[in-house]
């Protein structure tokens, strides 16, 4: 079975730090993604990256940036310079051959101006 | 481009009633998921279908929940008789192409309140 856990269940910051959000996976495929979205107060999921299990380059999009590292199984997402719109809830979660996306918890995220 | 439509978007019934929850995916997706959340649970796959066909069901919670998806443009779920357990919030979400690494769209989702 595949599992997702995001230990950090509310993390408070003032605006423009850093913020890094844990999140580490369990599965037995040997082929599978990782996914990472947001859900602000609005309440819908927005889409923010997808990464393959061959794939263990980091990726950068504007202030955003994951680190993805097989060796401890897991797939950190960094806020760099956070901003108060960033508040939001993120999910972070895996799909394999069953090709259900499997959630963690989530990560409350608050920013503080 | 639209994305995915969930109608209503919130629903307050009262225990026993029927409630349906409506879904149109984004065109041209061949997959739909339907997701449930709560605190306590988090989100949950109900169930998902490919090419209108259901592929897995073993998220549903029990007899009282059904989900169709009579064409592409189209899905619902529906649940008789409701009990106030079910209140959550409900989402739809479709995706295109092979089914584990294709990302998710998900609607607004639907705020149902059970009394």
């Known amino acids: 079975a595949q599992k997702v856990t995001q230990a950090q269940t509310e993390i408070s910051v003032v605006e423009k730090e850093d913020v890094t959000l844990d999140c580490v996976y369990e599965?037995?495929?040997?082929?599978?993604?990782l996914f990472w979205y947001k859900q602000p107060p609005s309440g819908e999921l927005v889409f923010l990256i997808r990464?393959?299990?061959?794939?263990?380059q980091n990726e950068i999009s504007g202030r955003y940036s994951w680190n993805f590292q097989k060796s401890t199984s897991s797939f950190n997402f960094t806020i760099t310079a956070s901003q108060v719109v960033d508040s939001a809830v993120y999910f972070c979660?895996?799909?394999?051959?069953?090709?259900?996306?499997?959630f963690g918890q989530g990560t409350t995220l608050q920013v503080k101006p | 481009d639209a994305g995915v439509i969930q109608s209503p978007r919130h629903e307050v019934t009262e225990m026993g009633q029927e409630v349906t929850l409506r879904c149109k995916p984004i065109?041209?997706?061949?997959?739909l998921f339907w997701y449930r959340q709560t605190m306590m649970r988090g989100l949950e796959l109900l169930i998902y279908?490919?090419?209108?066909?259901?592929?897995?069901d073993s998220g549903m919670p029990e007899d009282r929940f059904s989900a169709k998806m009579p064409n592409a443009s189209f899905s619902t779920l529906k649940i008789q008789p409701s009990e106030p357990r079910d209140s959550a919030v409900y989402f739809c979400?479709?995706?295109?192409?092979?089914?584990?690494?294709?990302?998710?769209?998900f609607g607004p989702g639907t705020r149902l309140t059970v009394t």
């Open positions: 979660a895996i799909s394999g051959n069953t090709g259900k996306l499997i």
């Open positions: 599965t037995r495929d040997t082929t599978y993604y």
């Open positions: 990464r393959n299990s061959f794939d263990e």
């Open positions: 065109s041209g997706h061949n997959s």
């Open positions: 279908f490919n090419n209108n066909v259901p592929i897995d």
């Open positions: 979400a479709s995706s295109l192409g092979a089914l584990r690494d294709s990302e998710q769209y």
